[in-house]
Structures are given as C-alpha cells and as structure tokens.
C-alpha cells in the first residue's frame, strides 16, 4: 500500500520556470523528508519539516508541511538544469519512513 | 569521511543463484535499513536494523530473501534462489538515533541487480 502519492510524476520545463512539486497522504506524519536522487546515486537528504504548518527554504527550494502533517510542497524558484533529478518525499510513521512514488524532473537549458 | 558502501555495484546473474549484497553503514550510525527500489513499485523498505539486531522485516517480499548483520560495520542482504523479478536497485542507508525525527538517512549508491 502506498502511503505517500506524489504528482506530477514527470515534470519537464525550461530553465528560469518555477515549479511546485506534491506530498499528499491521509495519513499524519511526525516529520517529513524530503530527498533528491541522481542517476546511479542514491538519494540525499534536502530538508526536514517537523511542525504543521512550517515553512523551510533552502536558496531557490521552499518547503512547506502542511497544517494537519499529512501533506507536503515543495517549490523551485527559476529552475536550473542542476536542479533535474528524482524527488522524494518521506513520512516518519512511528518508526518507519515511508518514500513517496517520486516526481521526476528534467529542466531543459 | 567515508559514506555508506555498498558492493557491488552491479550484478548480473542467473536465475536459481544465490546472490549476496554488501554494505558498511557509516561509522557510528545506530541504524541500518535496506530498501529496494523499482520503476513500478518506487522505494520500498525491506527491513532495518537497530544496534546490529533486525528490528522489523515486515519488507522482505518472501523466504527468499534474508537479511544479517553479524556487526555494527558490516550487513547483507541474500537471496536465494533468484528469480527475474528481483532485479532492481537495491539501496542500503544508514543512519543515527532514528526516533529523532531531524536525523537523515545516509544512502549508499546502491547495487543494480538484474536476473536472467
């Protein structure tokens, strides 16, 4: 059972476009992560949001979770070729973290 | 300092083998978990680790699959026997004190496993 749906699951733009990535599950999470993956890498930790509601940016990347802890967004500023890559999010559920289906993102120079 | 390590980084075998993945968690890190990852089914938790002793292996998809890990600086992950559809990527990471909910999990690049 997938806890954790993400969309878009494919997501190609240009360069200098913005663009808003979502968590969403009917489920509470104590925290969620976020994480990027490169080809033949694994993934690598982003950001860590605790409380509902709060708001984490990191350069052109804003994290928000939602109120109620069951969902996620992550938004990119004037999107650069180095930012393609898999995005995952992740629940903390008691003592498991739950990875979400992922959202592939190309941007194009 | 040195990350997650994983070996190898590609396997290639045939059906009915018996195949071993490697990994030595960081330096230091409580917790040990391996995932399997797939185009269909995305980044799965096979089991994990706490202080070397398996804590939940609810993951592991059949009696095919078997996790050990006889020290805090060394695991693996067997299957035997292998079949087709097995092959995917499969991640280990690691990581500290893991009820704190701030701590990330280290991942190592992972090994591609295809099964003839």
């Known amino acids: 059972t997938q806890l954790l749906e993400q969309s878009p699951q494919f997501l190609s733009i240009q360069e200098g476009e913005n663009l808003t990535v979502y968590c969403n599950s009917s489920?509470?999470?104590?925290?969620l992560q976020w994480y990027r993956q490169e080809p033949g890498e694994g993934p690598v930790l982003l950001v860590t949001?605790?409380?509902?509601?709060e708001v984490k940016k990191l350069k052109r990347l804003t994290f928000q979770f939602g109120d109620a802890r069951k969902d996620s967004s992550l938004h990119i500023t004037a999107a650069q070729p180095g930012d393609t890559g898999l995005y995952l999010c992740?629940?903390?559920?008691?003592?498991?973290?739950?990875f979400g289906t992922g959202t592939r993102l190309q941007v194009f120079p | 300092d040195a990350g997650v390590i994983q070996s190898p980084r590609h396997e290639v075998t045939e059906m009915g083998q018996e195949v071993t993945l490697r990994c030595k968690p960081i330096?230091?890190?409580?917790?040990l978990f391996w995932y399997r990852q797939t185009m269909m089914r995305g980044l799965e938790l096979l089991i994990y680790?706490?202080?070397?002793?398996?804590?939940?292996d609810s993951g592991m998809p059949e009696d095919r699959f078997s996790a050990k890990m006889p020290n805090a600086s060394f695991s693996t992950l067997k299957i035997q026997p292998s079949e087709p559809r097995d092959s995917a990527v499969y991640f280990c990471?690691?990581?500290?004190?893991?009820?704190?909910?701030?701590?990330?999990?280290?991942f190592g690049d992972g090994t591609r496993l295809s099964i003839l």
């Open positions: 990471a690691s990581s500290l004190w893991f009820s704190d909910s701030n701590q990330p999990q280290h």
């Open positions: 489920s509470v999470f104590s925290s």
């Open positions: 949001v605790v409380t509902g509601g």
């Open positions: 992740a629940g903390l559920i008691t003592d498991k973290l739950i």
């Open positions: 330096s230091g890190h409580d917790y």
């Open positions: 680790f706490n202080n070397n002793v398996p804590i939940d």
